[in-house]
């Protein structure tokens, strides 16, 4: 069973920095495309990062230059450093671990960032 665990959120001022982490298990993690999602009340999940088992990087325009997504195999571990952050990056960000090669697609547990003026 795959689990994910995340964890780093909370609340920071508009121009600070926080380090989200994904801590996966049940899978064979080196092998997964794992990304980054966030989502308001009433929208629909949004892609923020993704990395690839090669280690190819991917960023939404809204978050390009100032957020890093990362991944240490070896730990089975998905980070995303968020710097300068701004109000409009307050969401619920979520962690997924996707490989369509052996058909799974599973979700964190989600965890609120608040960005305040």
């Known amino acids: 069973q795959v689990q994910l665990v995340e964890s780093g959120g909370g609340s920071v001022q508009a121009g600070g920095s926080l380090t989200l982490s994904c801590t996966s298990s049940g899978t064979r993690f080196s092998l997964n495309v794992m990304s980054w999602y966030r989502q308001l009340p009433g929208k629909q999940r949004d892609l923020v990062a993704s990395i690839s088992p090669g280690g190819n990087t991917k960023y939404s325009d809204a978050v390009k230059g100032r957020f890093i997504i990362a991944r240490n195999n070896a730990l089975s571990n998905l980070t995303l450093r968020m710097n300068d952050l701004k109000v409009e990056d307050t969401a619920v960000y979520y962690c997924?671990?996707?490989?369509?090669?052996?058909?799974?697609?599973?979700w964190g547990q989600g965890m609120q960032v608040t960005v305040s003026a």
């Open positions: 997924n671990a996707n490989n369509q090669f052996v058909g799974f697609d599973s």
